[in-house]
């Protein structure tokens, strides 16, 4: 099993800036693939960006592309994602996911952390 841990949500103002953290534990993870998914009211879950555990290449949704980044720190073991100018319609609540490389959906979901941006 894998444990997430989100953290990092809050309130802040458009054009300002917050940092999630997602702590993962329970194995190793060089094997995974780990992701930053949001859920606004009333809308369907939403990609964000992703990372393989190990490092590699970054993906990132048209909506938040040069706005956020995916990173891990490998001294806390944790995922992080750096968001930067947000603004209102970023609100919703953030959800870290890890899956393998080779699977072809996320298996393993955090609880989220809520972002809310305001005007």
């Known amino acids: 099993q894998v444990r997430l841990v989100e953290s990092g949500g809050g309130l802040v103002q458009a054009g300002g800036s917050l940092r999630l953290s997602c702590a993962a534990s329970?194995?190793?993870?060089?094997?995974?693939?780990m992701g930053w998914f949001r859920q606004a009211p009333g809308k369907e879950r939403e990609f964000v960006a992703d990372m393989p555990w190990s490092g590699g290449t970054t993906t990132y949704a048209n909506s938040v592309k040069g706005r956020f980044t995916i990173y891990r720190t490998n001294t806390e073991n944790t995922v992080n994602l750096q968001m930067n100018s947000l603004n209102v319609e970023d609100t919703a609540i953030y959800y870290c996911?890890?899956?393998?490389?080779?699977?072809?959906?996320?298996?393993?979901w955090g609880r989220g952390t809520q972002v809310t941006v305001s005007s």
């Open positions: 329970g194995r190793t993870l060089d094997s995974y693939k």
């Open positions: 996911a890890a899956r393998l490389l080779v699977a072809g959906r996320y298996d393993y």
